[in-house]
């Protein structure tokens, strides 16, 4: 294995970032594997490995994208225990000098098919910008999947929009999550055509745009978010989710510049701080030099079926020396083949990921063996 002395030196907490860039985390929670509850039917977390793991981002200078889909939102991670974790997590980042982050705020409490009406959801909604705002917290507004159901047209999710809009305290983000990443969500804006949803998304933003900070897709199409960012309103952020094309996007091309709020920066955060302080400082071969490697490990953890790629992000974590075990819930670590984890490990290596890559291979080479796959 190569050794790795570049990105995991000491770096004093929130040294910030001399661009106008910002970059979220979308953070993942740490399973508490010795819980005696059923994993699948009632998930436990460890709050204090969870809590070390944002300790470690907000220590590197990031802010942490909270209770999103990298945290197994939907997949695993119900609302009562999001609750949980937004409520902890904003409780953490305020007894920490310079902590940030924002919560993800959906309808995911609705069952399948209890929404029978647009007054169902936004109820859902306000339930959970509610939370988050009693906390202290900043919302960043989901996908919905009851919402994508009950839709009949783009009018449906102007109005949704339109309301919540309307009520909340401070500026929000919104995200788009493509269906690479959830089926449930095909079609959504009203319309299954992407150039045609992206309009009334651009209706919603430039209706409100006194009450968003900015806007997240994640659409895996760097065309269209390009597209999308010179469209915005000069005062909203462009937050890209493109875990394929984020060196280029963050880079910009000389007028508009996207944002990151990714999944991908969980593993690779260290790497996402050194370069951007080279962007920063003009070093454009620099930043190309630190996070290029990067975008072959992303691109395998996020291939399709897409959603399943926070078993790679938890899978590193472990392989780091983050957590202790590499379990998940809802036991989400099946999702991916041994092989496809030997890849994430080998990628990471080149990427120079590893604080400790004596350990690292110590800890594939026990995957590997209680997997069946002898040297």
Known sequence: MKQNFTFFIHRPHFRGFTRQSTAFAAAHVVADQLALSNPW???????EATFAFRR???????????AMDTSQRGTGLDWPLAAELIRRSIGEAKSIPGADLACGAGTDQLAPGQAKSLEDVIAAYEEQIAHIEACGGRPIIMASRALCRLSRSADDFLFV????????????????????????????WGNHDIDIAMSTLLDVLKAHVAKVDGVKISLLDRGREEYLRKQLPATLKL???????????????????????????????????VALDRLAAGDNAGYHAILDPTVALSRKMFEAPTRFYKAGVVFLAWIAGHQTHFRM??????????????????????????????QAAWRMRQFCAVNGVLQ
Do not use: C
């Open 41 to 47: 039917q009632d998930p436990a977390i460890d709050w």
């Open 56 to 66: 470690h981002l907000w220590g590197l200078g990031l802010k942490v994208a909270e």
């Open 161 to 188: 929009y339109d309301r919540l809009l309307s009520a909340v305290r401070e500026k929000v983000i919104l995200h788009w999550l493509g269906e690479m990443f959830d089926p449930e969500l095909v079609g959504y």
């Open 239 to 273: 937050y890209t989710g493109d875990d394929f094309n984020y060196v280029e996007l963050i880079e910009g091309d000389g007028e508009h510049v996207s944002h990151g709020l990714l999944g991908i920066f969980d593993p690779i955060a260290p790497a996402v701080v």
């Open 329 to 358: 819930i809802g036991g989400m670590e099946s999702a991916r083949s041994i092989l496809h984890y030997a890849e994430l490990f080998r990628l990471a290596d080149q990427a120079r990921l590893y604080p400790d890559p004596e």
